[in-house]
């Protein structure tokens, strides 16, 4: 199974702040994951797919990038609704895996 | 708009059975694959099966293949999940999501229904 690592499990920002969420692969997954953002007590959110691409509806300040093994969720400019846990999808091969979770606090 | 509504939760006792279901809509029930995913309690996410838009193919890990048994009706637009043989670690929040057009993406996700195994 392909494991996916992510870094840091937590972190304290401040609103305005720009934050870098990585998720290492264990293996090459090309392009194939995703990323999902959740509320407390909430269903998961689609944020990014194919790496890279912003799901409809979902803020600009989102961002995602790289390929392989290495993986980055940008939030520009950290807003109030964004504190959350954000966590990455591999769909690379079966069976899909998920990172352990980024939570995401207020300082 | 799509919506998802999941039922069939509850609390049960180790070696006991559950079916939930998920309503759809929104969507053309038949072109879009479904999945259920889990979280256990303060856990992160756990893909637990899917099924194609037709119904005629199912997906597994490992792990979950033989007391897990996803299914769909179209006419009912409803997907299910068979649980056998519950154990105390499959107390989780059970999602239903839909699958995007790039497979394996889950795009939209219902509010999840708690199972809870007792012992």
């Known amino acids: 199974d392909i494991q996916l690592t992510q870094s840091p499990s937590f972190l304290s920002a401040s609103v305005r702040d720009r934050v870098t969420i990585t998720c290492r692969a264990s293996?090459?997954?090309?392009?194939?994951l995703a990323w999902y953002q959740q509320k407390p007590g909430k269903a998961p959110k689609l944020l990014i797919y194919s790496a890279s691409r912003l799901q409809s509806g979902v803020p600009s300040r989102f961002s995602g990038s790289g390929s392989g093994t290495v993986f980055i969720l940008t939030i520009n400019t950290l807003q109030p609704e964004d504190f959350a846990t954000y966590y990455c999808?591999?769909?690379?091969?079966?069976?899909?895996?998920f990172g352990q979770g980024t939570r995401v606090e207020i300082k | 708009e799509v919506h998802l509504v999941e039922s069939g939760g509850g609390l049960v006792q180790r070696g006991g059975s559950l079916r939930l279901s998920c309503a759809a809509s929104g969507f053309t029930f038949t072109n879009f694959a479904m999945s259920w995913v889990r979280q256990a309690p303060g856990k992160g996410l756990e893909w637990v099966s899917s099924?194609?838009?037709?119904?005629?193919?199912?997906y597994y890990p490992d792990s979950m293949r033989g007391r897990f048994a996803i299914s769909s009706d179209s006419s009912k637009k409803t997907v299910y999940l068979q649980i056998l043989s519950l154990r105390v670690e499959d107390t989780a929040i059970y999602y239903c999501?839909?699958?995007?057009?790039?497979?394996?993406?889950?795009?939209?996700w219902g509010q999840g229904t708690l199972v809870t195994v007792s012992s």
């Open positions: 099924v194609s838009g037709d119904g005629g193919t199912t």
């Open positions: 999808q591999q769909l690379h091969s079966y069976p899909w895996t």
């Open positions: 999501a839909k699958l995007g057009r790039i497979f394996g993406v889950h795009d939209y």
């Open positions: 293996q090459g997954i090309s392009s194939y």
